[in-house]
Every structure is written in structure tokens, then in C-alpha cells.
Nanobody, 122 residues
Framework: KVELVESGGGSVQAGGDLRLSCEIS?????RFWFRQAPGKEREEVAG???????RYADFVEGRFSISFDAAERTLYLQMNSLKPEDTATYYC???????????????????WGQGTQVTVSS
């Protein structure tokens, strides 16, 4: 059984930093961070797979970094230089398939965390 438990959200001022964590139990190959702002569609923020390949949404612009600590079984999202438009509920997600396969078949991750709120004030 795959379970994802998030932590690390909060409120910061613009320009501040936050690190989100997501402890993952069970087998997964691809791990992601998504976000959803009120009134907007959910969007992928970043993804990482077992070999360590990463991908980022264009809006990240080099400000965020996704990583996975295998010993701790924890997925991280380090967010720097936060902007008010980064305000959203952030979700970690994971799937046993490769990111390439998921993209080719337009698949969404099978497993999701409960979400953690990030609020950036101007």
C-alpha cells in the first residue's frame, strides 16, 4: 500500500523560502509536486524519478528544487524566492510508472498526499 504524508507548508512574505516534505511508503518510481490555487486548475510543479531525472514547470524559473532522500523515503520541494502567485495548496503525488510513460499516455499519478497550504504575502 502506498501512502504519502506531507508537511512543511506555511505563510511567508514574498521573497521568502519554504521546504515541503512528503514521506512516501510503498513502491513508487516517479514522484511529483502539484499545486492548486483557488479557482484554478491543478498544475504540476516538478517531478523526479528513481534515477534522479527531474523536470520543472516553466513558472518555476529556477526557484524550486525537487529531491528525494531514499534513506528517509522523503520527497522534498525546496522553494526559494517565493511570489504571491505561488500561493496554493501543494500536493505530493507518486506513481509506479516512469514519467516518460505517464506523459506519453497522459496519465495522472495514482497516489496523492493530503495537501499542504502555502501562502505568500506581498
Amino acid at each position: 500500500k502506498v501512502e504519502l504524508v506531507e508537511s512543511g507548508g506555511g505563510s511567508v512574505q514574498a521573497g521568502g523560502d519554504l521546504r515541503l516534505s512528503c514521506e512516501i511508503s510503498g513502491y513508487t518510481y516517479s514522484r511529483f509536486w502539484f499545486r492548486q490555487a483557488p479557482g484554478k486548475e491543478r498544475e504540476e510543479v516538478a517531478g523526479i524519478d528513481i534515477p534522479g531525472r527531474t523536470r520543472y514547470a516553466d513558472f518555476v524559473e529556477g526557484r524550486f528544487s525537487i529531491s528525494f532522500d531514499a534513506a528517509e523515503r522523503t520527497l522534498y520541494l525546496q522553494m526559494n524566492s517565493l511570489k504571491p502567485e505561488d500561493t496554493a495548496t501543494y500536493y505530493c503525488a507518486a506513481d509506479p510508472r516512469t514519467m516518460t510513460d505517464m506523459m506519453a499516455r497522459d496519465l495522472t499519478p495514482a497516489h496523492w498526499g493530503q495537501g499542504t497550504q502555502v501562502t505568500v504575502s506581498s
